[in-house]
């Protein structure tokens, strides 16, 4: 009985309650005297709630309807730059009818806006982020210019999928765009399959404009797409510019973590003005459309109205409650014996006596009732847990639950089972922490914490003690339990072992390792092989030198031996000997000539640039193959001595220039004319220089070798750069050397071109960029000399192990004006340096035993750091290949043996007129 009436108190108010109430209900009873103005405000409260509702829902609907509209404009864009990257044209690299169809499609996406609207960008970006084309640029202008990286461009090239961008200002423009990113699939210059191109096609923000305009909202009302981070791409009001600006933060985060719906009603804009806003998604860019209206548009008029309804009501009031007044004694007699009827008849399970009135019976026995049924879900609650507690004891899994604040509070059996822990209270509130392996602690806490405040998904893998001591893998996830208003009431969470998933997972990742290094292995195994092949090309271009190289050879000895015969016959004769011993001397320049050439041909290695004239590469060359192509083919050289120096690998590309000789007398079967020509040209951005259109804007110099042959068909020309392609017979070639000039080329910051026409012959093309002269070693001779002869008898200490060669070069440069001091070795030049001897120059052979000519230049440099030092070497080393032939860099250069006086002395005048003034001792 007791509880009976306390479960009716707490359902009934309080008896001063009651009586407020029933004041209240005497005002109410009071008001019935007035049922028109009173039914009138009432009906007008709830239509404005139902209108106001049904706004709402409208006002969502068309916010959908409206993200429909612009994801349309998103797929229209996706399927224009899906439909370009697969363009037929873009996979064979004609960039000519590419950039057409990029125009064309601008056209067609501008097509019906205003003018002046914002322009439709149209792009072609390589996968190193460099841009290709750009229909924003004049029709024909080109360049290789690098765009910033964007994250849409970067999803694209790693995923392979169509992205969307956020908004962003265009460097190049100035104007904000929204950009679809399509990746273009194919194989790049090193054969792997993958994106090698984007695509970009920008969304014409006047058309989303134009969608929210179609809106239609009342005045001051406004509709915008924000893009994904909730920036302002367009909005209807025209006078306004909102591009890039963002909703109040509140707002902001409603929209971003909500599908779609309204903002929590009495939201106001950045202007403090409260507002109606409703958002939706776009389904696949998940780009959002956001209306706003002022609440006072949607509520002012039914406010008015309330007003002119109240103050009617309240003159009739006034004249009702009198009467109110002797219905309301009656009525609170009877109400004040409801809570105790209802209890009393709760308990004995029967009807409630009478109060005398028929509503104060009526709500006693509606409460007796309540009263009864919450005893019956009290009683099916308990028996709930019971259900409960038995299932999350039967489970495999360790079942736990939380508070909203993460404090535990419950452990099913299991767990109590395998952690071995007795009593509960040691593992409630953060007891449970202790169980966890020391080394995964803090990561778990970290990651429980976190979730606790962003009330996500909790799941963790972390090593958890058994009641035994030892450690068990063990999945965490525990999922938050909510109310209707989204709040956090408990964490309801299991732990799974794990243990064999891990082993297993351990396995396999030793595994993958150890296949990852066995394609390591067989990459470089591959790589080698390459390797080989281009080394064995080489070879073969310097087999089929041989012969022509022996006829030269043979013709030089035949010189010098005719020579030396002619001077032991008549040795009186001075003018004679002098002019035979001229002889001798060019003969022997022909054959140093030809021994480096025979070294750099078949030098290993990475390419080594130097300053190259292309009239007297031509001319090399032309010696060269008159005597290895045979007597049918006429070689015809076109070049002039005014041409500037182009930087490149000379033995590289001499071997390149015997291939495509080789090549093209295959062509002509051994009958017709070779022609070798040499021209400068300027390459200017955007220009494409025939169809090269790799090159960068500069100088460059062009060699072009041009036969007579059966030339190429189209097919066979598509394919003639390709490794391993070849058109000869099985074994007469490899297929290798017009690759290995195309490779040579793009090494070199150059471009090849093969045109050809069947029956009218080949021209192969070679761009390669020209050196800077800035250096004093290309000043002429006469200008040389005038350095040289400035100066008073510059003095240089000559090393070379060989008396012969030693005592030569030391009377040869003496004859030239120089002081000459000698050594035999590197540790005696060291001990003369040690002494303080005035020395300008110091010139050391590069082998010698004990220490070679590397290692003195490097000592001497330790005692005068600024000293100019020439290292003179036989052969080609390591060593040597910094500054090979001649090149000069800083207070370092490197001659190769033998050399002339001629040329040693020019190069010491170089460098002394290069050198620091702290460089003499």
């Excluded at 400068?680 to 100088?699: D, M």
Aim: proline share 4%; hydrophobic share 45%.
């Amino acid at each position: 009985m007791a509880k009976a009436e306390m479960i009716a108190a707490r359902w009934y108010p309080h008896p001063s309650v009651r009586g407020s109430l029933s004041r209240r209900l005497m005002l109410l009873v009071a008001a019935v005297a007035v049922p028109l103005s009173a039914l009138g405000a009432t009906s007008l409260w709830i239509q404005f709630q139902e209108e106001r509702a049904r706004s709402e829902v409208q006002f969502v609907s068309q916010a959908h309807a409206l993200a429909q509209a612009v994801e349309r404009e998103f797929e229209r864009a996706k399927v224009v730059a899906q439909t370009l990257a697969a363009s037929s044209a873009l996979a064979r690299r004609d960039m000519d009818a590419f950039e057409g169809e990029l125009r064309s499609t601008r056209a067609l996406l501008s097509s019906g806006l205003p003018t002046g609207s914002r322009p439709v960008v149209v792009r072609l970006i390589w996968a190193d982020g460099t841009r290709a084309l750009d229909t924003a640029r004049p029709e024909g202008e080109r360049g290789a210019d690098q765009v910033p990286t964007r994250p849409h461009l970067q999803a694209a090239l790693a995923s392979g999928n169509t992205e969307i961008s956020d908004l962003f200002v265009a460097r190049d423009l100035g104007i904000p765009l929204v950009s679809v990113a399509a990746p273009v699939m194919g194989t790049d210059d090193g054969g792997r399959r993958g994106v090698i191109a984007i695509v970009g096609v920008t969304v014409s923000l006047d058309r989303l404009s134009a969608i929210m305009r179609s809106a239609r909202l009342p005045r001051d009302g406004s509709a915008e797409v924000l893009d994904r981070t909730g920036a302002s791409v367009v909005s209807s009001l025209a006078q306004a510019d909102s591009t890039g600006h963002r909703p109040p933060p509140a707002v902001l985060s409603t929209i971003l973590n909500t599908e779609a719906g309204l903002a929590p009603r009495g939201t106001r804009t950045q202007e403090g003005v409260p507002s109606m806003i409703a958002f939706a998604h776009a389904p696949d860019s998940r780009y959002v459309v956001k209306l706003d209206i002022p609440e006072a548009a949607i509520l002012q008029p039914l406010l008015q109205a309330l007003l002119r309804s109240a103050a009617l009501a309240v003159l009739v009031l006034l004249g009702g409650l009198w009467l109110a007044w002797l219905v309301a004694r009656r009525v609170v007699t009877a109400f004040h014996q409801v809570p105790q009827l209802a209890a009393d008849s709760a308990s004995a399970g029967s009807a409630a006596a009478s109060t005398g009135l028929r509503e104060a019976d009526e709500l006693a026995a509606t409460m007796a009732s309540h009263l009864a049924k919450r005893r019956q879900a009290d009683q099916a609650l308990r028996s709930s847990e019971r259900r409960f507690r038995t299932l999350a004891d039967t489970v495999p899994q360790l079942v736990w639950t939380t508070t909203a604040t993460g404090q535990n509070e419950y452990f099913n059996a299991r767990w109590y089972a395998f952690t071995g822990v007795t009593t509960q209270d040691a593992a409630l509130g953060d007891g449970w922490l202790t169980l966890i392996h020391p080394d995964d602690r803090p990561a778990v806490q970290d990651q429980w914490e976190r979730c606790l405040g962003t009330g996500k998904t909790y799941e963790t893998e972390c090593r958890m003690r058994r009641h035994d001591g030892v450690y068990r893998w063990m999945l965490t996830r525990a999922l938050p339990v909510r109310d209707q208003d989204g709040r956090v009431l408990r964490w309801f969470g299991s732990s799974t072992d794990i243990e064999e998933i891990i082993t297993a997972r351990q396995i396999l990742a030793r595994d993958r390792q150890e296949l990852e290094e066995l394609v390591a292995e067989r990459t470089r195994a591959l790589e080698r092989v390459q390797a080989d092949l281009i080394h064995a090309q080489r070879m073969e271009a310097l087999g089929k030198l041989a012969g022509g190289i022996a006829h030269d050879f043979n013709n030089i000895l035949q010189a010098i031996q005719g020579s030396a015969s002619l001077l032991e016959h008549r040795p009186a004769d001075a003018a004679w000997t002098l002019r035979m011993c001229r002889m001798i001397l060019n003969s022997t320049e022909r054959g140093v000539a030809i021994s480096r050439r025979l070294l750099s041909f078949a030098r290993r290695g990475n390419l080594h640039a130097e300053a190259i004239s292309p009239a007297d590469l031509l001319a090399d060359m032309a010696e060269i193959l008159e005597h290895t192509l045979g007597g049918g083919i006429t070689i015809r050289t076109d070049a002039v001595q005014q041409l500037p120096s182009l930087l490149a690998d000379k033995a590289q590309l001499e071997t390149v220039l015997i291939n495509l000789a080789t090549n093209a007398n295959d062509a002509m079967a051994g009958q017709g004319q070779l022609t070798m020509s040499a021209s400068a040209e300027w390459i200017a951005a955007g220009s494409q220089a025939g169809r090269a259109g790799s090159l960068k804007p500069g100088a460059y110099i062009r060699l072009m070798i041009a036969d007579t042959g059966s030339g190429m068909d189209e097919a066979t020309l598509q394919r003639a750069a390709e490794p391993f392609f070849t058109t000869k017979d099985v074994g007469k070639g490899t297929g290798l050397g017009l690759s290995m000039a195309k490779g040579f080329a793009d090494q070199s910051g150059g471009a090849l071109l093969i045109e050809s026409t069947p029956g009218e012959g080949t021209i192969v093309s070679l761009w390669l960029p020209i050196i800077a002269d800035t250096a004093t070693a290309d000043l002429p001779p006469e200008q040389r000399e005038g350095q040289l002869s400035n100066s008073a008898s510059p003095s240089l200490l000559l090393v070379d192990d060989e008396e012969i060669v030693r005592t030569v070069l030391a009377e040869q440069l003496q004859a030239n004006g120089f002081r000459v001091l000698t050594a035999p070795s590197g540790p005696a030049a060291l001990e003369q340096l040690g002494r303080g001897i005035k020395v300008d120059v110091l010139v050391s052979d590069l082998s010698m035993p004990g220490m070679d000519g590397v290692t003195l230049i490097q000592e001497a440099h330790r005692q005068r750091p600024n000293l100019p030092a020439i290292l003179l070497t036989g052969f080609v080393t390591n060593a040597a290949d910094i500054a090979l032939d001649g090149a000069l860099s800083g207070n370092f250069s490197v001659l190769t043996k033998p050399v002339a006086a001629r040329r040693l002395s020019d190069r010491i005048a170089v460098m002394l007129a290069t050198a620091r003034p702290s460089s003499k001792a």
